[in-house]
């Protein structure tokens, strides 16, 4: 008898964000994340957000990671009548608390601004969606499962995570769908890490599989060797100190954050970080760092034996001259520092948080130095500095852009289409393959490399329904 099962597309399907996809297995719903679409007017996006399924009608949610693109709408999951469990790492567990308290505190933030707006013009205010008790009923709904772990979440599924090597807690989830006689191996990669970065370690291996999402975010390209890379940071703090100004990193919190307080405790440690003081500009980053700190037994073994070989007890210890800015006061201090100074802070496009108000007071000085680390999508302000625009307005002033911009376009927390290839080569069985989480030039020049090394694969098409 033929498994009463089938999937469906729902998010990240030609597109990067808003991971979701929908396994119905006889009576049971269950989502394969329920991650936002990023990108848009965020008001917007929640308050005319539908789900293509009632939501109470999901019985579990497997989460993969917690990057907002793959979690982001639990909150609005459990406000609409979700009450079943979410299985997840317990990395992304604890990284949940923080990530969606975050949004959500910022939705709450903008409804309210928006309503001022509309108030103004005698139009009828929006009620919020969503509140704060909606993350504790998220994180209540959570049962962390460790790596490797076999777990029946219900009659005919059986799960077990394995290590995405993406950012902290990352899994790639393997489910064995059974019923009767007949099984089939269902895996989605969520997100897979680049081997060449640092703290997390390289994905791991998946033995057999009959069907695979498949990420396929740089499936168009691969990340030049990270060696370059380190090689122009370290060039371009260099090139900062000799000008006697100050150093400014937009960096997301997650992630990028971290790795970049390990490249700058190796540059410290090798005698090559010439400023004084390195500052942690994001009450986030810093409670992220913390719990990568708790976790550091999930960290790749060649960098905790760096850590280890210079005494180091965490990321924190690893750079003496780290300081760590969470009130308002110490980042408004930060910009009385005349120079020596290297100050991380989010958000990682420039598009709100510390960064734009460090940019408005040191942008117009010429010593000064920004050096972008991370993606800067279009329209925003990060992009358009990259684009090399001479002039931005900031809290309504104009301000000349004078600091010298540096882009350093290596660092990756994503597998590269080499590593991408490399990882679904290695799967026993013959697997069918659909590509997700990217865009359409990148999955196409994926599908056609996977092709020509014999790989059954297609592209994952929006509101496709599949039988497994």
């Known amino acids: 008898m033929p498994l009463d099962a089938s999937l469906t597309f729902l998010g990240a399907a030609e597109q990067v964000t808003g991971s979701c996809y929908l396994l119905k297995l006889q009576d ?17 996006e929640w308050n005319k957000f539908r789900f293509a399924f009632k939501p109470k009608d999901i019985d579990y949610v497997i989460l993969s990671h917690a990057h907002i693109d793959h979690s982001g709408l639990l909150p609005l999951l459990v406000a609409k009548g979700f009450q079943g469990k979410i299985y997840c790492t317990q990395g992304t567990a604890l990284l949940l608390g923080v990530l969606l308290k975050d949004s959500v505190h910022l939705y709450l933030k903008d409804l309210e601004w928006q309503n001022k707006h509309l108030a103004r013009q005698g139009k009828k205010l929006l009620e919020p969606v969503m509140a704060l008790q909606d993350v504790e009923q998220v994180l209540e709904c959570c049962q962390p499962v460790a790596y490797k772990q076999k777990v029946t979440v219900c009659e005919g599924l059986e799960l077990e995570f394995l290590d995405a090597g993406h950012i902290l807690g990352s899994a790639i989830v393997q489910l064995a769908v059974k019923q009767g006689k007949a099984m089939r191996q269902l895996v989605f990669s969520g997100d897979l890490g680049n081997p060449a970065t640092v703290l997390m370690p390289d994905p791991s291996p998946v033995k057999t599989a009959d ?56 540059l410290y440690h090798q005698g090559r970080l010439k400023q004084k003081m390195v500052v942690l500009d994001s009450p986030m980053a810093i409670e992220i760092t913390k719990i990568y700190s708790e976790l550091m037994a999930e960290f790749d073994r060649k960098d905790t034996k760096v850590l280890q070989g210079y005494g180091a007890r965490d990321l924190q210890s690893f750079l003496p001259i780290l300081r760590l800015a969470s009130s308002m006061e110490e980042s408004m201090a930060l910009n009385r520092v005349s120079g020596g100074a290297i100050v991380i802070a989010g958000s990682g496009m420039c598009n709100g948080g510390r960064i734009v108000h460090h940019l ?33 307005k900031l809290f309504g002033q104009n301000i000349a852009v004078k600091a010298t911009v540096h882009t350093i376009g290596g660092f990756s927390a994503h597998a590269g289409q080499d590593e991408l290839l490399g990882w679904a080569r290695m799967i026993g069985g013959q697997p069918r393959f659909y590509l997700v989480h990217g865009e359409p030039k990148a999955q196409l020049a994926l599908q056609s490399r996977m092709l020509d090394h014999g790989l059954h694969c297609q592209i994952a098409e929006k509101g496709q329904q599949i039988k497994l």
């Open 360 to 392: 408005k007071h040191n942008l117009w000085k010429s010593s000064n130095h920004l050096v972008f680390v991370g993606f800067q999508a279009k329209g925003t302000l990060g992009r358009r500095l990259v684009d090399g625009e001479k002039r931005v």
């Open 28 to 44: 049971k719903r269950i989502l394969l994340d329920c991650g936002m679409t990023q990108g848009e007017n965020q008001i917007t």
């Open 211 to 266: 069907l695979v999402l498949m990420e396929s975010t740089y499936g168009d390209r691969n990340h030049q060797p990270l060696q370059n890379t380190l090689e122009e940071f370290a060039n371009a703090l260099e090139e900062a100190h000799k000008a006697g100004g100050n150093v400014f990193i937009p960096a997301f919190a997650l992630g990028r954050s971290q790795e970049i307080l390990y490249y700058l405790g190796l």
